[in-house]
C-alpha cells in the first residue's frame, strides 16, 4: 500500500522461515535466456563477485537471518548457484541465447518443483543464511544498452572502464547506492530510443514536438507555472505480499 523497494524492504526477522523463489535468471553476462540483474545491463559486483538476483535476494534476507532454499531458473543460474549446496534447485529449461531457449515439458517441470519444494522445506535445517563481510565493496558495471560514461571526470566518483566503485557500510547502504548508479546508466537507454524514432516517416515532427515540450516545461518552471507533483496516495490495506514480473 506504499512505494518500496521488494527486494530489502520485505525482509523482517521472526515473520518467515525461509524464501522461495521461482523464474528466476542468470545474471548480466551471465549467457542465460533472459539474462540480466534488475534491469538490462547492469552487472552488480559486491566484494569483487558478480551476483544475479537469486543472490540479491539471499544476501537480502541474509541480514534477518532467513535463508533461500528453492530456486528455479535455466541451467546457467543453476551452475551460478552451485556454491549455495543446501539450495534444491530445478532447471525448467536449457539456455540457447538471452532470447531462446529448449523448455523441458511443462508437466514434468511441476512435478519435480512440488518434490524439490518439499524436500527444501523437510531440509530447512541444514539451510544457510548468508551474508557479505562489511564494509563492502559495491561495483555497478554497465554494458550496453547502459552506459556510466557520463560520470567520467565527476569528483568523488570512481570510474574506470565503464565501472563506479564506492564502499558501503552495510548491505542496504550498498544496494541504495547501485540502484542509484543504475538510475544514471539507464538515460542511455534514450540514446536507442532516438535511433528508434528516427526510422519513422515523421521522426523530425515528433522531435520538433519534444523540444517544443522541453521548452515550455523550461518556461513553466522558470515563471512558477510548475511545480513538482506530489507523490500519488494510495488507500491503506492488510495486504502483506507484493508480486512482480
Not at 52 to 60: D, P, R, S, V
Not at 166 to 181: H, R, T, W
Not at 190 to 215: G, H, K, P, W
Request: glycine share 6%; proline share 4%; charged share 20%.
Amino acid at each position: 500500500d506504499r512505494p518500496f523497494r521488494p527486494y530489502v524492504d520485505l525482509t523482517e526477522a521472526g515473520l518467515y522461515d525461509a524464501v522461495a523463489v521461482v523464474c528466476m535468471h542468470s545474471k548480466t553476462g551471465g549467457g542465460g535466456f533472459g539474462a540480466h540483474t534488475y534491469t538490462l545491463g547492469m552487472d552488480w559486483v559486491m566484494n569483487d563477485m558478480s551476483i544475479n538476483e537469486t543472490e540479491i535476494i539471499a544476501y537480502a534476507w541474509g541480514r534477518v537471518g532467513v535463508p533461500v532454499i528453492f530456486a528455479s531458473g535455466d541451467n546457467t543460474l543453476a551452475e551460478q548457484l552451485s556454491w549455495m549446496d543446501w539450495l534444491e534447485y530445478v532447471t525448467v529449461k536449457t539456455a540457447l541465447a538471452a532470447d531462446d531457449a529448449d523448455l523441458r515439458p511443462f508437466e514434468e517441470v511441476h512435478a519435480e518443483m512440488r518434490a524439490a519444494a518439499s524436500r527444501a522445506v523437510e531440509n530447512l535445517a541444514g539451510s544457510k543464511a548468508v551474508t557479505l563481510t562489511t564494509p563492502i565493496k559495491a561495483q555497478l558495471r554497465a554494458v550496453p544498452p547502459a552506459d556510466l560514461r557520463q560520470l567520467e571526470g565527476v569528483p568523488g566518483i570512481d570510474f574506470q572502464d565503464q565501472t563506479v566503485t564506492f564502499i558501503a557500510q552495510d548491505y542496504l547502504q550498498a544496494y541504495d547506492g547501485i540502484e542509484a548508479l543504475i538510475g544514471v546508466a539507464t538515460q542511455s537507454y534514450m540514446q536507442l530510443m532516438n535511433a528508434t524514432v528516427n526510422e519513422f516517416e515523421n521522426a523530425t515532427d515528433i522531435r520538433e514536438q519534444f523540444v517544443e515540450s522541453l521548452i515550455k516545461r523550461w518556461a513553466d518552471v522558470e515563471s512558477g507555472r510548475w511545480e513538482w507533483p506530489e507523490s500519488a496516495q494510495t488507500t491503506p490495506s492488510d495486504r502483506r505480499y507484493f508480486g512482480v514480473n
